[in-house]
């Protein structure tokens, strides 16, 4: 069917005169418009041609079309491959039904009741999780769906296409779906058609049908529209009367879908009993009362929108109206035209564990520059959810705050341990690359830098999506804690959580209960949903979407979707911790896999069209990478010249030769950004065939790459470097352990490895030194492995990763490329180069470490990263060697993460990368698993003539919108990863029991309860110390500017701690109220004050102490 074409080009001065409405025919109609463009305001005049056509009977629908194998899918015993293969075997295609009697036919008919359902356009919108489940059924094996037949009209799809590109792709994969069982018999074809023919969706072409189609603007029945939305409610009412009007006479009910009052109205008015009109609440309930084997509630799937009856009124009588309620989005218009209101995408900056608290931020343009402009309270954030399109009204400058000033309070200390952030926290800002500030002339000699604040006053676009988390269990409810704390030991998120659950559950009349949901997303408010369940989902992951905020609610209100499993479970938690960094985890979609190479591939055979490849198979490159590795991205070779110097290579796979700009293999690879590792498994960025195979850099086979080489004198001064795709053939695939076998060898010129990798060391030595001198920093992380069990993949053991001199040499070797590539593609694309900057600290960020090192008679300084390394390597405690690397990983927390951006959006002073002391960085050496490096080498094939530069990697705009996304994808996939550490750390102390282990003091709470937080090297985990001392005791004394407390005891005599003290703490897991688990930490040694109460903890299992 061709829906329509459009088409447009600048107006000339005879087409503004007229319109080209009139131009119309029974088969053709075609339709301009003027509009004028946003940027330059060019009038345009765009053009709509319309077919219309006699011959599509009652719609089109996808049938089944070839013969089932069930031998092909039984033989497999891989359950995935037999879900992919029992999905290809069923091919469906769209067809048209001709006439009344095919319809018939084609409709299951032993639905209660059996009725043909006609959807409009907010069903679509907001109700798809009650049509997909009523349409495809899933209540158990073999059991349709109770709803099979529903029509859904072209007007509703297009309609739903321009609001909500998700629901709209959602409605096509239901239009398009044929079947998800293999047939139960193959006796015949009939048999098999009834196996299959499960449910029967149809597309209704309405604009392009005959009987359908407005073709005139004053044709009867369709003259008085007052809105756009008149008319398609109209044109859907038509569809059903059409329908209804031809099947007139069979048992047949045509039922018109809707939960706008006034088309149902309007309905009855034009078509008297021709066809009924029903909400989708009236609609499921009578649904629910003819299907009473139904084993889940259609009721609880129904969008909460305070517009249906009885539901969305959960929180009306509990506090008055809360929020200035929005404006439509005409006055947003006229007002954004004015420059009253201006657009933008909001963003959480942070939120309370209740979601009260909540502060925002909003990018809008200012001239050709963006800036983010602050809302620093819920009100002003009025109801918008992360990722909204709001408009805002910005304050009078007097209400601005200064750039100096923090919205956000220090975040206090979580009672719960838990793996630590390696770097400060990023702003929405940092991440989308645009200024929280403006420069403001106070008078004529002052300038003063001034953050612009705003509110809310309208929503453009919502971003409501499906959140995933738990429905939290009230106090009366719980079980025990199994902690070694009384209630009263309660963390405050537990407690907040637990007051807002007891002010908003509750019963109704209706057999129905009002439940809050709190998102694992930290962004996210709590959700209100009405469910008739609340006992069967207690304990669960649940998945809930979130409908509509009503302006007199304190929280939105959404309504259940799908269970994931048992809250606790691992395989459960990963589905979880997924959703909640918005972390794609689907399999890659048939238009992606169809850009892939053939099965019969070989790489090389497309060596003559292809463009010309420096042969380099002669070399002896080899890769080093961690044990296991698949996706190896890097492999370096190293060798002696005739003149004394070395050449020296750098081979990246080059996963360009395989990803084309603008395919769909290229879009799903910028959407991802990143592959993401997790304990148990990896999420990549491009699919298997490509990061295990083709692209990866494996040994004993020939391989595609970029390269680069250098040569270099023996003091690893650079004498000259060339850039070529080349052809290679790795040599070895080496492990690190074994590279640093090689290191530690004797000499063997006969030995190519051996000569490779010293020859490889012994230059990234030097190379380290160089950059060392000039100002790099040498920090340190925390991290650990697991140990997992080869079957049921659980931690078994918990590591610390063992750094060798063969993972600096593979370091040293890609920081060289990498900084070497982005000179070469700055040099050609000054403004177009995607580089990665790290900014300085400010000295505010680090004065919390400086006072506590000083406390320690140590000595921190930061005017330069020179300076900062230098005191690093100098803050030494004889005693302990490790307080030093706990400054370096202090020191990496009090920096902000390195971000991507357009060097044509910064100054060239600001593309300095801090941590490695270069004047200007990028990524070029993982294009497998990160599209910043895709883009790199797109950028630095145009820059030696070797492709063309994309048209996209020509515009700016484009260039910031990706990098965004990249900072956005690159931060998500690190805290999944920080996540799923979390989570194997929890079910490794969950299954061995309370331990007692080694720590750290990092800080001590010198104002508050008496507390401190401490880091367990062993197990790389954080968390707060509750001291059993009352803060008023006499004996507690707190010595604030030396971060140190002592407490005096009549048995023990006087105890101090203080900041970078070794103390020993016991760990263990508690499970909370709301089903989370989390890691507790008491302290063991030194004793202060009275033993903890170990109430319903789990035996302890005394660790070996570290040295």
């Not at 039984?74 to 769209?94: A, Q, T």
């Not at 109704?508 to 006992?535: E, M, N, W, Y």
């Not at 985890?585 to 591939?601: I, M, S, T, W």
């Not at 282990?997 to 062993?1018: G, K």
Request: proline share 5%.
């Amino acid at each position: 069917i061709m829906i329509g074409s459009e088409s447009a080009e600048p107006a000339t001065a005879e087409e503004k005169s007229g319109d080209d409405d009139d131009q119309v025919s029974s088969t053709y109609r075609r339709k301009a418009h003027y509009r004028q463009t946003r940027k330059r305001g060019k009038i345009i005049k765009e053009v709509k041609e319309q077919y219309i056509r006699s011959d599509l009977g009652f719609g089109i629908t996808y049938t089944v079309e070839g013969d089932l194998n069930e031998s092909d899918v039984e033989d497999d015993d891989d359950p995935s491959n037999k879900l992919h293969r029992e999905v290809d075997l069923v091919v469906g295609r769209p067809s048209v039904i001709p006439t009344v009697q095919n319809l018939l036919d084609r409709l299951i008919a032993n639905c209660k009741p059996y009725a043909l359902v006609v959807a409009d356009t907010n069903v679509l919108l907001h109700n798809l999780d009650v049509l997909e489940k009523a349409v495809l059924g899933g209540d158990g094996k073999n059991i349709s769906g109770v709803m099979p037949n529903i029509v859904i009209p072209q007007t509703a799809l297009m309609e739903c296409r321009s609001n909500r590109l998700t629901a709209y792709d959602r409605a096509v994969d239901l239009l398009r779906s044929v079947t998800r069982e293999l047939p139960t018999t193959t006796s015949t074809t009939q048999s098999k058609q009834e196996s299959i023919q499960r449910h029967c969706p149809i597309l209704f072409p309405d604009q392009n049908h005959a009987a359908t189609a407005i073709l005139q603007k004053r044709q009867i029945g369709a003259g008085s529209f007052a809105t756009p939305n008149d008319e398609n409610d109209w044109r859907i009412r038509r569809v059903a009367h059409y329908l209804a009007e031809n099947t007139k006479g069979t048992n047949l009910k045509v039922v018109l879908l809707t939960d706008d009052r006034a088309s149902r109205q309007m309905a009855r008015q034009e078509s008297g009993s021709l066809f009924e009109a029903h909400s989708v609440a009236s609609w499921v309930k009578l649904l629910e009362q003819a299907n009473p084997q139904m084993t889940s509630s259609l009721s609880d799937l129904i969008a909460n929108l305070a517009t249906n009856g009885s539901r969305g009124d959960e929180s009306a009588d509990v506090e008055a109206v809360q929020y200035v309620p929005h404006l439509e989005s005409s006055d947003l218009s006229v007002g954004m035209q004015q420059g009253k209101y201006q657009r933008g995408t909001f963003r959480v900056v942070s939120q309370a564990s209740g979601g009260k608290d909540r502060i925002g931020s909003v990018t809008v343009r200012n001239g050709q520059e963006r800036v983010a402009v602050a809302l620093s309270n819920q009100l002003q954030c009025n109801r918008a959810i992360d990722g909204d399109i709001v408009a805002v009204s910005i304050n009078p400058v007097e209400e601005w705050i200064t750039a100096a000033s923090n919205m956000t309070e220090k975040a206090p200390t979580k009672e719960r341990a838990e793996i630590p952030l390696e770097t400060a926290e990023t702003t929405p800002a940092d991440l989308e690359n645009v200024s929280e500030s403006i420069a403001m002339h106070t008078n004529q000699q002052n300038i003063s830098i001034m953050r612009p604040t705003g509110k809310v006053v309208g929503i453009m676009r919502r971003n409501f999506e499906s959140y995933s988390g738990s429905i939290y269990e009230t106090a009366n409810n719980e079980k025990g804690t199994g902690g070694g704390e009384s209630s009263s030991g309660t963390t405050s998120d537990l407690e907040e959580r637990e007051m807002i659950a007891s002010v908003y559950e509750r019963e109704h009349a209706d057999g129905t209960s009002t439940c809050v949901f709190f998102p694992v997303d930290q962004k996210v408010p709590p959700i209100l949903i009405r469910t008739t369940q609340r006992s069967r989902l207690m304990g669960q992951r649940i998945v809930v979407a979130m409908d509509s905020w009503p302006a007199h609610s304190a929280f939105p209100l959404g309504h259940y979707v799908r269970t994931i499993g048992q809250a606790g479970s691992k395989d459960v938690e990963t589905q979880v911790l997924l959703q909640e960094h918005n972390i794609p985890h689907e399999p890659f979609p048939a238009a992606v896999l169809a850009c892939l190479p053939p099965d019969d591939y070989k790489v090389g055979a497309d060596m003559t069209t292809s463009s010309p490849r420096l042969d380099l198979r002669h070399l002896p490159i080899l890769s080093i990478d961690p044990p296991g590795c698949k996706d190896i991205d890097d492999c370096l070779h190293s060798l002696i010249l005739p003149n004394g110097n070395y050449q020296i290579g750098v081979h990246i796979a080059d996963v360009t030769h395989y990803v084309k700009p603008g395919t769909a293999i290229d879009l799903e690879a910028a959407n991802r950004s990143t592959s993401t590792y997790l304990v148990n498994k990896r999420l990549d960025m491009l699919p298997g065939l490509l990061t295990t195979d083709l692209c990866s850099l494996k040994g004993g086979v020939d391989r595609y790459a970029f390269s680069v080489i250098w040569e270099v004198n023996e003091d690893a001064e650079i004498v000259e470097v060339e850039f070529h795709k080349t052809l290679i053939h790795s040599i070895a695939a080496l492990t690190y352990q074994q590279a640093q076998s090689l290191i530690d060898q004797p000499e063997d010129a006969n030995d190519v490895q051996a000569c490779a990798v010293k020859g490889l060391a012994m230059l990234a030595r030097k190379f380290r030194k160089r950059r060392i001198d000039a100002g790099a920093l040498t920090l340190a992380s925390p991290e650990v492995k697991f140990v997992l069990d080869s079957e049921s993949l659980n931690p078994t053991d918990v590591q610390a990763y063992a750094l060798l001199e063969a993972n600096a040499v593979v370091e040293e070797f890609m920081l060289l490329a990498n900084i070497t590539v982005s000179k070469k593609i700055l040099r050609h694309y000054p403004t177009l180069a995607v580089l990665r900057r790290h900014p300085s600290p400010n000295r505010s960020m680090f004065d919390s470490l400086i006072s506590k090192a000083k406390s320690k008679g140590l000595k921190i300084e930061i005017e330069n990263s020179k300076c900062l390394a230098d005191s690093l390597d100098a803050a030494q405690v004889k005693e302990d060697p490790y307080v030093n690397k706990l400054l370096r990983i202090l020191s990496t927390r009090c920096m902000s993460p390195a971000q991507y951006f357009c060097s044509g959006e910064f100054p060239p002073t600001e593309w300095h990368h801090y941590g490695l002391a270069a004047p200007v960085y990028t990524h070029f050496t993982s294009p497998i698993r990160r599209y910043a490096d895709v883009c790199v080498h797109r950028l630095l094939a145009a820059s030696i003539n070797v492709a063309p530069l994309p048209p996209q990697l020509s515009s700016k705009s484009y260039l910031h919108d990706l990098c965004a996304n990249m900072n956005r994808r690159h931060r998500s996939a690190q805290m999944a990863g920080r996540a799923s550490v979390q989570l194997h750390t929890l079910i490794f102390f969950a299954g061995e029991g309370a331990k007692e282990e080694q720590a750290y003091i990092l800080d001590i709470d010198t104002s508050n309860a008496p507390s401190f937080s401490v880091m367990v090297p062993r197990y790389g985990i954080e968390g707060k110390v509750r001291l059993s001392i009352d803060a008023t005791d006499p004996n507690l004394t707190r010595i604030g500017q030396e971060h140190k407390l002592i407490y005096k005891s009549g048995s023990n005599g006087a105890v101090s701690l203080q900041v970078f003290d070794k103390v020993r703490v016991r760990i263990w897991v508690r499970e909370t109220e709301d089903h989370r688990r989390e890691l507790k930490l008491d302290l063991v040694e030194p004793r202060l004050g009275k033993k903890p109460d170990g109430g319903g903890e789990p035996p302890m299992k005394k660790a070996k102490k570290s040295n």
